[in-house]
């Protein structure tokens, strides 16, 4: 069974995935270097990555100076995370399904990132409504990474540019880019009051 079984796979589902040592869309230079471009650094600025795999992301934003808390489900995933620690960066498990994670500082984030997870939620335009409205300080910022189906496809892990198009109102601000074939990246800002 892989992730792409039914549209919400199972923590357990993505536990197999992940022993298996799959890996995802692999960052490369053209999306850090857009991803630069269109997030201004903030040293010492509050990250959250959910849906952060193995972590490589979380690593990177580490790098670029965030303080960051990466959210999974599935076990495997958080225990590779955790074979690289670093100082300013913790992996804990929650369920995104299962409500926000607890602790979490209401509109006291700066940047969330959703790489390829979103499509995955139950509700992935109520939550990312969610996300601009509780968890992100004004003027706060939301870094998504979706691949693109076509519309008549029923390929879980992807979405439509219709889906697409319609996560980016209420946004004060909304970049689309593609740096690679068929995934869209998603530049988003909160109003900053
Ligand atoms: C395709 S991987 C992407 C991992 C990472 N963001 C990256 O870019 O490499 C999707 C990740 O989302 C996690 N995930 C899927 N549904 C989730 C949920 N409901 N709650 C928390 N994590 C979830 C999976 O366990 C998996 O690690």
């Known amino acids: 069974m892989t992730p792409t079984a039914n549209s919400s796979p199972s923590a357990a589902v993505w536990d197999a995935w992940e022993a298996d040592g799959r890996s995802y869309y692999v960052i490369n230079d053209t999306e850090l270097m857009q991803f630069t471009r269109n997030f201004p650094v ?14 490589a992301f979380s690593r990177q934003l580490h790098r670029f100076g965030y303080d960051v808390t990466g959210f999974d489900f599935a076990s495997t ?72 189906i076509e519309g008549d496809t029923t390929q879980p892990g992807g979405m439509t540019e219709r889906e697409i198009a319609n996560l980016t109102p209420g946004w004060s601000h909304s970049v689309r880019y593609d740096v690679r074939g068929r995934v869209a990246f998603l530049a988003l800002r909160s109003a900053a009051t």
């Open 77 to 148: 995933a958080l225990h590779a995370a955790r074979r690289t620690p670093l100082p300013g960066v913790r992996y804990l498990h929650h369920d995104l399904n299962k409500g926000d994670p607890p602790g979490l500082p209401r509109h006291g984030i700066d940047l969330v990132v959703c790489r390829l997870v979103l499509p995955f939620l139950n509700e992935p335009t109520a939550w990312i409504r969610r996300v601009r409205d509780l968890w992100l300080r004004p003027g706060g910022q939301m870094y998504v990474v979706i691949p693109v």
């Open 42 to 55: 903030r040293s010492g600025g509050i990250a959250v990555d959910v849906g952060c795999g193995n972590g």
